[in-house]
């Protein structure tokens, strides 16, 4: 089966709006020949093998519903995260540095 990727969507978002399991993810990549963590651009199609692991309950909802996750970073995405100050935002160690006195 083709299957076409959306905006934003990620080899884990085309998983399991096509199969209803992420665990088809690695079917998915290595026919392929992507690692599950690429990023994938709008518009390319995809080979999605027919033995592919699936939930057939979930991919009912999923069709049903016509849900089509998205959850991929972009580029854009990053630039906004770059600009967010705040300490619901800061990591422990990292941004925000948590000293004795």
């Given amino acids: 089966m083709i299957i076409t990727a959306l905006h934003n969507q990620s080899l884990l978002d085309l998983a399991l709006q096509h199969t209803g399991s992420i665990e088809a993810v690695f079917e998915l990549a290595t ?20 033995e592919a692991f699936s939930n057939k309950d979930i991919l009912a909802y999923y069709t049903a519903k016509n849900l089509q996750p998205a959850t991929a970073f972009s580029k854009e995405d990053e630039q906004v995260f770059e600009r967010l100050e705040g300490i619901s935002i800061w990591a422990i160690n990292l941004d925000f540095v948590v000293t004795q006195q």
């Fill in 31 to 50: 026919v392929n020949t992507l690692s599950i963590t690429d990023d994938v651009q709008a518009g390319k199609t995809l080979v999605l093998p027919a």
